[in-house]
């Protein structure tokens, strides 16, 4: 009777845990290891608190994350969290009442919340008109210049700073080497939106789209643009420079295999390259024109920000609250660094970053964060464009056309000018 | 066709229920909501919508590039149903001759169709990869460099060759079966007549399969237009870039990819009007030709 008793008290108590513990879904697009340092982090959380049970999703590409989270946003069936990627934020911090802001989440959980704890390429990217952090940066990144160290030295050379000393002295003696000296694998997010934070040129009107869609025109169509598109067919055509299509990892894959010198990455890239780079490499800034600006300054985050959605109840969104304090903490921030290469995203996490040695030990992995504290410029802080995945696109065909010669680099900016201004203005009409 | 008579005037009508309420709810309803949702520009999230009027259908017909897909869709469908028909028959004229081991050969010639589409369309990027392709690697030692999704004209030369390779044996099949089901007493009368077999073959046997092949027509129109999406979504691994592609794909790559589901709507409600006009064309035009036995 007694064991009975106890068994039954055992069962009420379980039970009552169980209801008291909040469970919150997260939707992620993170796959391979970047995946399993996400659930990494998840188990990790769940263990240090029994309030809340984080449960992380994959779901696909980054593409594939938003639109699965519109359709089930539209269902009445969508997570606490979503990972949107910088392309998407437009559509989702656009859309009204979609999404909690991050800031008003955490202050009314009761969390400490400083904008300025976060460092100062990745504060205002995901924030609204009047600075209010919308949407919480996580894997951030910027793109980089990865170099086989091997491969410079058989050339004697060492990594350009200026895309000058790239076409006069890198790039012959790369070649002469046998190499092939430049690949790049995302041409809209590293040789345009990073190409206008790199020079600190305006990429669209409306302070970069910021300060509202109403009239946002991009700003795509300039001469310091077609001239690096101008150099970059040229390049191509004398073999200083790879182009293996728009895909990602086609075109990392021959700077694994040694055949390219230097590819330019994603900061992100990092932990990935120490496991399928069978060479040493190390990794300096995204060049710049020396004839466009004497003052270069820093890069645009790129990566994906965790948004809360609304629609839920208050528990669930103290439970949401609570897991971005975890995420957020230095440990943790130092964690995802060290095994992915996306930056640390306060400043509490790169000085611990700094403390444990690991620059000491891996120069490399600091660049991207260093390239982020550049000196900032009137049109760094990022850009807010609506149907933007779609400008990309359009970007990448055009890019393409132009490097297989298929149209001039005139006709391509003008295109693209032509058609993401009209989607600018057909997004303008979504969002009311 | 035998004549039924029901004995009351509802029961038809109860058994034709469940079709009619599946094409309403699957087809019908969808199909109106396409029309309607081309008129709005809306919020991916539902938050609002304007009513646009038929702007979303003139952005469409202005945007060059849709006129170059629909370029694209025209020459790859032709092509595509060109090629798997023809190499279809060819094959099943063949194998209808062939007296040892007859089995295995058509065993062997229809298994591919059990491959799904996207699997196939995985099996041919792997062949057609520009890194590690052995069908690349083939045509390197001809002194072709071949890049798929970097040059347009390989990357579309993968998509078809891929989509026909796929199509065939479905086509090998119903060939097969339409050679079989010609009169033996016509076959021997023929050979009798005439001593060639190309003029046999395109005398007799060709019209023969007419109602066969009509068929198939048509199908591999409608296969060569909506049921490629999957190889070309393959082929394009996520990118589309500059690379080739179908109308139905652009639906799928605005509407979905790109959350503009006006223009997306307006593109499926052109294409549901081409597919209109494309079925009554065939059911006029060529049926007439086509003789049943």
Redesign the interface.
């Known amino acids: 009777m007694i064991k009975h008793l106890i068994a039954a008290g055992v069962l009420l108590a379980s039970a009552a845990t169980a209801a008291a513990q909040t469970k919150i879904e997260l939707w992620h697009a993170m796959g391979g290891r970047l995946g399993e340092v996400v659930n990494e982090i998840a188990t990790n959380f769940n263990k240090s608190q029994k309030e809340v049970e984080l449960v992380p999703v994959y779901k696909g590409t980054y593409e594939e994350t938003l639109t699965a989270v519109i359709a089930a946003f539209r269902a009445g069936e969508q997570p606490n969290i979503v990972q949107v990627f910088d392309a998407g934020a437009a559509t989702i911090i656009s859309a009204k009442g979609a999404v909690v802001p991050v800031e008003d989440l955490l202050k009314k959980a009761g969390v400490s919340f400083d904008i300025k704890d976060y460092i100062s390429g990745v504060r205002y990217f995901y924030a609204d008109t009047t600075g209010k952090m919308i949407g919480m940066p996580f894997n951030s990144s910027t793109p980089i210049m990865y170099f086989n160290v091997e491969a410079l030295k058989k050339a004697g050379v060492t990594p350009p700073k200026t895309w000058e000393e790239f076409e006069k002295v890198t790039a012959p003696a790369l070649k002469k080497a046998g190499f092939v000296p430049l690949a790049q694998s995302h041409l809209p997010w590293i040789f345009t939106e990073n190409f206008m934070s790199r020079h600190n040129l305006p990429f669209a009107s409306n302070d970069n789209g910021y300060s509202g869609v109403k009239g946002t025109k991009i700003l795509v169509n300039n001469d310091a643009i077609k001239a690096h598109f101008t150099k970059l067919k040229e390049w191509k055509e004398k073999g200083f420079f790879g182009w293996y299509g728009a895909g990602w990892s086609d075109n990392q894959a021959p700077f694994e295999k040694q055949e390219v010198a230097m590819w330019i990455g994603s900061s992100g890239s990092f932990g990935g390259l120490t496991k399928s780079a069978k060479f040493e490499f190390s990794a300096t800034y995204l060049p710049y024109w020396e004839a466009v600006t004497a003052k270069p300054t820093q890069t645009f985050i790129g990566g994906a920000a965790l948004f809360a959605l609304s629609g839920k109840s208050d528990a669930e969104n103290t439970a949401v609250a609570k897991f971005f304090a975890y995420l957020t903490s230095p440990e943790v921030q130092y964690l995802w660094h060290r095994e992915t290469g996306y930056v640390p995203i306060t400043k509490a996490a790169y000085e611990l970053a700094t403390k444990d040695g690991h620059y000491k030990r891996l120069p490399a992995a600091e660049i991207g964060i260093k390239q982020l504290n550049l000196p900032a410029g009137e049109h760094t802080k990022g850009y807010r464009m609506g149907f933007y995945v779609q400008i990309r696109d359009v970007m990448n065909r055009e890019y393409g056309r132009i490097l297989t010669g298929e149209t001039t680099v005139d006709a391509a900016f003008k295109a693209i000018e032509a058609e993401a201004n009209k989607l600018l203005a057909r997004f303008e009409k979504t969002v009311k | 066709m035998k004549r039924v008579i029901f004995g009351s005037s509802w029961l038809p009508y109860a058994f034709l229920a469940p079709q009619i309420l599946i094409v309403i709810i699957f087809f019908y309803l969808p199909a109106a909501e396409a029309v309607r949702a081309s008129f709005y ?10 009513f ?1 009027g038929i702007d979303n259908y003139k ?1 469409v017909l202005t ?3 849709y006129v170059r897909v629909a370029k694209f869709t025209f020459w790859f469908s032709l092509l595509v149903t060109f090629f798997s028909l023809a190499i279809a028959l060819l094959l099943a004229v063949k194998a209808d001759t062939v007296l040892r081991g007859a089995k295995s050969y058509r065993i062997l010639l229809m298994w591919v169709y059990a491959i799904a589409p996207p699997v196939a369309g995985l099996i041919g990027v792997l062949m057609f990869d ?2 590690v392709g052995p069908i690349t690697d083939v045509a390197a030692l001809f002194g072709y460099k071949m ?6 004209n390989d990357t579309a030369a993968a998509m078809i060759i891929i989509s026909i390779w796929k199509q065939v044996p479905v086509n090998f099949i119903f060939f097969l079966s339409g050679l079989q089901s010609i009169p033996k007493a016509v076959r021997e009368a023929a050979q009798i007549d005439c001593r060639s077999s190309w003029r046999r073959f395109w005398t007799v046997t060709f019209p023969m399969l007419a109602p066969t092949g009509f068929f198939l027509l048509i199908i591999n129109i409608t296969y060569a237009l909506f049921d490629t999406f999957a190889v070309i979504d393959v082929v394009m ?7 080739p592609m179908t109308l139905v794909y652009k639906v799928y ?2 509407g ?5 589901l ?2 997306s709507s307006a593109q499926s409600v052109i294409l549901m009007a081409l597919v209109l006009l494309l079925t009554i064309f065939q059911f006029r035009m060529i049926e007439r030709r086509v003789h049943y036995t």
């Open positions: 520009l809306e919020n991916p999230f539902g938050g609002g919508s304007t646009v952005d945007d060059d590039n520009q890194h890049q798929i999704g970097v040059n347009y691994k996520n990118e589309p870039g500059s690379n790559l605005d979905f990819r790109g959350s503009d006006g223009g």
